[in-house]
């Protein structure tokens, strides 16, 4: 909905509003923090030795105030208290310790054998929480299995839910079973009665034997998981019988795992039986909702057990240190798919050459290794086109007239090596969303990159300026706003989405416990998936007010449904442009790399059918106006070219070409498999595994060939 007439338009010249400083305000909460606590014992150290009772009381009363606060609001606190050797488990012993010299100081001299069963008390119940933190050790190793898997049926390996929190955490165990013999010893000294620091040590003792006989149960041999061994020979046998023929191989943080996860539908339709290896533990619930079998395999020993499987090809959406360690399996073939495409150096890294194969998308890629120079060779590059785009919907005309004009502005990160031209938020972010928010004809969806502000501190302050820019812009419009309905709608449509994604553990859940809890899915859960995302977008969509600005950041919707509904893409030289073109809509490319317009088309040929924005943003409301008035669009034929280079022809799809890649891969490493197989029966040396490590090669597992076109 347009503003009214009169309504107040924000003008470019208006200075950036500075947020406070954060990292300050974070320093001086932690300081305070650590003042408190530093307090608290100096004070409670003053009142044991004075003795003082009431300033005894109020600084034991005070410190475990700070702890509670400490962990409720301050975590970052709890480690760099650990680092520093003052974890809670030294802070718990200290307050216990003070108490207790208070009562010896309080106490007259013959007292003192009453209060000496007391201390002993206490010192059983230390002894008895590093037992259990011993046993809770144990517990945990026999529980760490070294193949962790996803939608694979793991109940033969006699897995458990985990142990409850507290015995695993030594500082909340210590921090709950230590309360009630600390607040004992609390009211001795209060009311010098030794009874009642004798039934809070009881207490304490009493729930830590039972924690300590939990964790005992667990190592019972009928009671303990699988072993190390038995775990492997599983993971075989499950390999032999699903026979694997296409993999994803995928190692990385847990910020990147959108690399991976863009190719989990384009894997999912392939022929044959598709797996998804992983290195990192963490990344096993990363991965977003699949039903294809997914499998992390930390060890490289454990790793080269792919060696002798059926598996022919591994994809690798992006490189890592670790995939030099699977490259070195003999018997399959890689290639490099990349995590998109864009004009930047890391769409043709050096590293792409120890890959069996490139796969791009289109014609453009490949003038880009060749022109690189990088040591990857011509004929070792495919084109594939982006098979993930058959979501991207075509340009189907102009806004209406009397629509919002919905503008997407979708900024990559600022990378690794400080180049000011990779990410426009820190130079142009701000004012391109002031000239799009003066327009009021303008819905604007911001959707800024995941590593925003990950390395750059600038860049993140940018964009939480950028963030409140639209808020206050919303602040200020008003309109119609959907009805209850919508958001009901909304509601179970996003119910129904958890229930068909959500992996159903608990929070407390450990490895082996979310193996248990999610083995092999339902038939045909993964078409509900589909169903049941795409009519969450639709109710998305429409619970939101049309004349409304979005911030998106969230994992849904994706990018793609914001491409869906956008009018016009800006942003940043990176895949989103190369991705975008496949909508035909228009785009424009912000220049914040200091190079004169014509150069920065010349540098990168994604932008030949873009328009070029200032930093300034001056240029952006002649962009509008080509956008809704189509006529003075002079780009069009430019962008239909330019797609044609980047991501190939529309026919054959890239759906069929990407499953033509892979048969041809898989095609090439069954033969080479069946070459080194005859050079062994033959007795001819074979460079790699020792001859008595070999076995016999596994029947091919990969269907017919069908005619296809790269």
Not at 283 to 300: H, N, S, W, Y
Not at 544 to 553: K, S, Y
Not at 633 to 652: N, Q, S, T, V
Request: aromatic fraction near 6%.
């Amino acid at each position: 909905m347009r503003d009214e007439p009169g309504a107040t338009v924000v003008p470019l010249s208006l200075p950036r509003r500075r947020l406070p400083r954060l990292p300050g305000r974070r320093t001086t909460v932690k300081l305070l923090v650590l003042g408190v606590l530093a307090a608290a014992f100096a004070a409670q150290a003053l009142g044991a030795l004075l003795p003082h009772v009431p300033l005894l009381l109020a600084a034991s009363a005070a410190s475990l105030a700070a702890e509670g606060a400490l962990y409720r609001w301050q975590r970052g606190m709890v480690s760099l208290f650990a680092k520093s050797h003052a974890d809670v488990t030294v802070r718990h012993v200290l307050r216990d310790l003070l108490l207790v010299v208070g009562l010896l100081r309080l106490g007259e001299q013959h007292r003192e054998g009453e209060y000496a069963p007391l201390v002993a008390g206490l010192l059983v119940f230390y002894a008895l929480h590093w037992a259990i933190q011993a046993v809770s050790v144990l517990v945990r190793r026999s529980r760490t299995l070294p193949v962790v898997t996803r939608n694979i049926d793991a109940s033969a390996l006699r897995l458990t839910p985990a142990p409850p929190v507290l015995l695993r955490r030594p500082g909340h165990r210590l921090a709950a079973f230590g309360l009630p013999a600390t607040a004992g010893l609390l009211a001795t000294a209060a009311t010098d009665a030794p009874a009642y620091g004798a039934a809070g040590l009881a207490l304490s003792l009493v729930v830590a034997l039972t924690g300590l006989g939990a964790l005992l149960l667990r190592l019972l041999p009928g009671r303990r998981p699988a072993g190390e061994q038995e775990v492997l020979d599983w993971f075989d046998a499950w390999l032999a019988r699903y026979r694997p023929t296409v993999g994803l191989y995928f190692s990385g943080g847990a910020s990147s795992a959108y690399q991976a996860n863009m190719w989990l539908e384009p894997l999912a339709r392939l022929e044959g039986r598709p797996v998804i290896v992983l290195r990192e533990r963490h990344m096993v619930q990363r991965i977003a909702a699949t039903d294809i079998p997914v499998v992390c395999l930390p060890k490289v020993s454990t790793l080269m057990r792919l060696e002798h499987s059926s598996l022919r090809v591994l994809l690798h959406p992006s490189n890592s240190g670790k995939t030099s360690q699977v490259l070195r399996i003999p018997t399959i073939k890689h290639a490099f798919v990349n995590h998109g495409e864009s004009d930047k150096l890391s769409s043709c890294n050096p590293y792409a050459k120890a890959y069996d194969e490139v796969w791009v998308a289109g014609p453009a890629a490949r003038e880009r290794y060749a022109l690189a120079d990088v040591g990857v060779e011509d004929k070792d590059v495919v084109e594939i086109g982006r098979p993930q785009l058959d979501a991207v919907r075509r340009h189907a005309g102009p806004p209406a007239p009397g629509a919002a004009t919905t503008v997407l502005y979708a900024p990559t990160w600022e990378g690794w090596d400080g180049n000011p031209g990779n990410t426009s938020v820190v130079e142009a972010g701000e004012n391109l969303v002031r000239a799009l928010l003066a327009d009021p004809g303008v819905r604007l969806l911001y959707k800024p990159h995941p590593l925003t502000g990950s390395v750059d501190p600038r860049a993140r302050a940018a964009d939480l300026r950028i963030r409140e820019l639209v808020r206050a812009a919303n602040r200020g419009r008003g309109g119609p706003r959907p009805d209850a309905a919508a958001a009901a709608r909304l509601a179970r449509r996003t119910a129904e989405l958890d229930r068909l994604t959500a992996a159903g553990f608990r929070a407390a859940a450990d490895q082996a416990e979310r193996m248990l809890r999610q083995p092999a899915p339902e038939p045909g859960r993964a078409e509900a998936v589909r169903r049941a995302t795409a009519a969450w977008e639709e109710a998305y969509w429409a619970s939101l007010p049309e004349w409304e600005h979005q911030v998106v950041t969230d994992a849904r919707p994706p990018l793609y449904a914001c491409f869906n509904r956008a009018d016009l893409l800006i942003s940043d030289v990176s895949s989103v442009i190369s991705d975008f073109l496949a909508s035909g809509k228009p785009y424009a490319v912000a220049n914040t790399s200091t190079l004169a317009e014509d150069v920065f088309r010349k540098s990168f040929p994604t932008v030949a059918a873009a328009t070029v924005l200032a930093p300034d943003a001056s240029g952006v409301p002649a962009l509008l106006e080509a956008v809704r008035h189509p006529e003075r669009d002079e780009l069009a034929e430019e962008r239909a070219a330019l797609a044609l280079r980047l991501l190939g022809p529309a026919e054959p799809s890239s759906r069929e070409r990407f499953a033509g890649a892979v048969r041809d891969l898989c095609e090439t490493a069954g033969r080479h498999r069946a070459r080194r197989a005859e050079r062994l029966a033959a007795d001819v040396p074979v460079p790699g595994p020792r001859r008595e490590e070999a076995r016999p090669p596994v029947p091919s597992a990969v269907p017919e060939p069908h005619h296809h076109h790269r």
